[in-house]
């Protein structure tokens, strides 16, 4: 089969789901977040990166095999730890077949899948139901606003969260909070609305937004458009959340 394209591994990471673990970033998005911090995760293709250390190949093409044989050396140790394997990207529904030969070939182990579920409903549905949990972003329930600020329609993305709360996967809630844009009043109370009742909802995580998010645009060729936006602050509003009964985590 064809290969996987990866653009990192990162091992004994504590913020990609449970314990301690090791999370595979796989290449190319369809979205386009204007404040996406990981511009080399965009592109399907290996690309070169100008870093102040050297020039560097973002993506690496991985059989399924050679995967599963790296993470299953990690098995035990993420085991003994309560962690496990994390499916990250980019958008990691993007090579659903290249997760779905590695994961029939991945020893036991916790499997999460972090996602911005934005992905035709069978390739979604299909996916999940392999994975033990799930982190789904939603991150503007505006349709012309998320249309604007991530270039695709909110509707795939909302439909593929009603599949993951009927599938039984529990799941996670991730909001990207960008000044201005999603961190509003509105928008994180239509996002509480819209989940409070679904399902297999274990929280809600907010993520302010990382303020070195531009850091790696220049490396790549691209501009960033939202440096205005690195010195204002975040609209936090957990209580909106959770006055809707839902557990909050604030990172
Ligand atoms: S979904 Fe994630 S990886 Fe894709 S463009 Fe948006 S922030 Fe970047």
């Given at each position: 089969?064809?290969?996987?394209?990866?653009?990192?591994?990162?091992?004994?990471?504590v913020?990609?789901?449970?314990g301690?673990?090791?999370?595979?970033?796989?290449?190319?998005?369809?979205?386009?977040?204007?404040?996406?911090?990981?511009?080399?995760?965009?592109?399907?293709?290996?690309?070169?990166?100008?870093?102040?250390?050297?020039?560097?190949?973002?993506?690496k093409?991985?059989?399924?095999?050679?995967?599963?044989?790296?993470?299953?050396?990690?098995?035990?140790?993420?085991?003994?730890?309560?962690?496990?394997?994390?499916?990250?990207?980019?958008?990691p529904?993007?090579?659903?077949?290249?997760?779905?030969?590695?994961?029939?070939?991945?020893?036991?182990?916790?499997?999460?899948?972090?996602?911005?579920?934005?992905?035709?409903?069978?390739?979604?549905?299909?996916?999940?139901?392999?994975?033990?949990?799930?982190?789904?972003?939603?991150?503007?329930?505006?349709?012309?606003?998320?249309?604007?600020?991530?270039?695709?329609?909110?509707?795939?993305?909302?439909?593929?969260?009603?599949?993951?709360?009927?599938?039984?996967?529990p799941?996670?809630?991730?909001?990207?909070?960008?000044?201005?844009?999603?961190?509003?009043?509105?928008?994180?109370?239509?996002?509480?609305d819209?989940?409070?009742?679904?399902?297999?909802?274990?929280?809600?995580?907010?993520?302010?937004?990382n303020?070195?998010?531009?850091?790696?645009?220049?490396?790549?060729?691209?501009?960033?458009?939202?440096?205005?936006?690195?010195?204002?602050?975040?609209?936090?509003?957990?209580?909106?959340?959770?006055?809707?009964?839902?557990?909050?985590?604030?990172?």
């Amino acid at each position: 089969m064809t290969p996987g394209i990866v653009f990192d591994i990162k091992e004994f990471a504590v913020h990609d789901g449970p314990g301690i673990r090791t999370t595979v970033f796989l290449k190319g998005c369809p979205l386009s977040c204007v404040w996406c911090h990981s511009p080399e995760g965009k592109d399907p293709a290996p690309q070169m990166m100008h870093t102040p250390r050297g020039d560097r190949i973002a993506g690496k093409a991985y059989t399924p095999e050679a995967l599963a044989v790296y993470l299953n050396n990690q098995v035990s140790i993420l085991n003994a730890n309560e962690g496990g394997v994390t499916f990250s990207g980019g958008e990691p529904l993007m090579q659903a077949a290249f997760i779905h030969s590695t994961l029939d070939l991945l020893e036991p182990v916790h499997r999460l899948l972090d996602t911005s579920g934005f992905a035709e409903r069978h390739v979604f549905g299909d996916l999940v139901r392999r994975f033990d949990m799930v982190y789904f972003d939603l991150k503007l329930m505006d349709p012309q606003a998320h249309r604007t600020h991530t270039g695709v329609s909110n509707a795939p993305i909302l439909n593929n969260l009603q599949i993951l709360s009927q599938s039984g996967v529990p799941f996670v809630i991730r909001v990207p909070l960008i000044p201005t844009i999603t961190d509003t009043d509105e928008n994180q109370r239509a996002i509480a609305d819209h989940v409070y009742s679904l399902p297999g909802l274990l929280r809600v995580d907010l993520l302010p937004y990382n303020q070195l998010a531009g850091a790696k645009y220049p490396m790549l060729g691209m501009v960033y458009a939202l440096h205005d936006l690195e010195k204002h602050p975040v609209n936090l509003r957990p209580d909106l959340f959770l006055s809707k009964g839902i557990q909050v985590l604030c990172h």
